[in-house]
């Protein structure tokens, strides 16, 4: 995941085409907020995606910059997502042919996150691993809601930087596990929430969280 310090101007993302036709595509940047709703976006004037419209030859690769146009507010953590939009072609044949020459195109997006930090602030992960003083980390914590087999586990964020949640399953009080997600299990903005729903028959007591969270156990 890119992420931008408070002393970077802009950070390098990489798209490369494996395929066999050129692909054109858009990048777009959006503030990313999480609410009781979920996940929102906005347009935003803070970073900015150079160049925004990119073609990418087959086997070629494509740098892409985000640049840093106004830094985050010291000790804090701002979050975007990048939208990588594939611009489908005229002349491309269906992915998925059908009867009468009509066929289905699938027409791909990609979502990264990407995080920026003001002055202070420096998170430890497996690429960076220096930095001054000890990392920014989230601080977690947990609770049961609902009732009966419509029952979610809540992660609050009360940190100053986020939280990614993977390789997630519950522990109950007698150490049995419970998987929630063998991958990413999701992520937990600063003083936002995450909700999960938990597996049928889960216990509600005396239960543990055990994930990676930025990548450490």
Do not use: C
């Not at 408070?6 to 777009?28: C, F, K, T, Y």
């Not at 979050?79 to 791909?108: H, K, S, T």
């Not at 522990?171 to 998987?179: C, M, S």
């Amino acid at each position: 995941d890119p992420h931008l310090n408070a002393a970077d101007r802009s950070v390098a993302l990489w798209l490369e085409n494996h395929g066999e036709q050129p692909v054109s595509l858009q990048i777009r940047v959006l503030a990313w907020q999480q609410g009781e709703r979920g996940d929102g976006y906005a347009d935003q004037g803070e970073i900015q995606a150079s160049p925004p419209l990119a073609t990418v030859a087959p086997g070629k690769k494509q740098m892409v910059r985000l640049i840093q146009l106004h830094q985050a507010p010291a000790d804090g953590e701002a979050a975007y997502r990048v939208l990588v939009d594939e611009i489908p072609r005229a002349d491309a044949p269906p992915d998925i042919a059908g009867g009468n020459g009509m066929g289905v195109r699938f027409q791909m997006r990609y979502s990264v996150p990407l995080f920026v930090y003001g002055a202070g602030v420096w998170v430890h992960n497996p690429i960076d691993k220096d930095g001054p003083g000890e990392g920014a980390k989230p601080g977690l914590s947990l609770r049961v809601e609902g009732a009966a087999d419509h029952r979610f586990l809540v992660v609050a964020n009360r940190g100053p930087v986020h939280a990614r949640l993977a390789q997630a399953s519950l522990l109950g009080p007698n150490g049995q596990a419970t998987p929630l997600a063998a991958g990413l299990l999701g992520y937990v903005l600063p003083g936002a929430q995450l909700r999960v729903p938990l597996p049928a028959g889960a216990g509600t007591h005396g239960l543990s969280l055990k994930a990676k969270v930025n990548d450490e156990v």
